[in-house]
């Protein structure tokens, strides 16, 4: 499976930008997706998960009411919709696939597939 994150960007505080990543493949229905991040200096974090039939999430819980993950399985992408941004959002942010759930927060070991990233700045 091979993943393409884009919508990144520049945005001021308080803006909103919405993050997509698309599956190749036909089995992107049978993975478990998620959004990571990481800032500089700082080691990449769990934002967002969902499930594959995209009924449940997780979320961390400082981000919980500011951003939203979602999925089209027709379209084999999997969205992080991100509101009311703050400059602490600042990082790459990166989309991965996982076959298996543990525990929340999943291990990152868990994910088998990433994507390149996508960088996304807030300014103040």
């Known amino acids: 499976v091979q993943l393409q994150a884009s919508g990144g960007g520049l945005v001021q505080a308080g803006g909103s930008l919405r993050l997509s990543c698309t599956a190749s493949?036909?089995?992107?229905?049978?993975?478990?997706m998620g959004w990571f991040r990481q800032a500089p200096g700082k080691e990449r974090e769990t934002v967002a998960h969902?499930?594959?039939?995209?009924?449940?999430?997780h979320y961390t819980n400082s981000l919980k009411g500011r951003f939203t993950i979602s999925r089209d399985n027709a379209k084999n992408t999997v969205y992080l919709q991100m509101n009311n941004l703050k400059p602490e959002d600042t990082a790459v942010y990166y989309c991965?696939?996982?076959?298996?759930?543990?525990?929340?927060?999943?291990?990152?070991?868990?994910?088998?597939?990433w994507g390149q990233g996508t960088q996304v700045t807030v300014s103040s």
């Open positions: 991965a696939a996982s076959i298996k759930f543990s525990s929340w927060p999943p291990p990152l070991t868990e994910y088998v597939y």
């Open positions: 493949g036909r089995t992107f229905r049978s993975y478990i």
């Open positions: 969902i499930t594959r039939s995209g009924l449940n999430t």
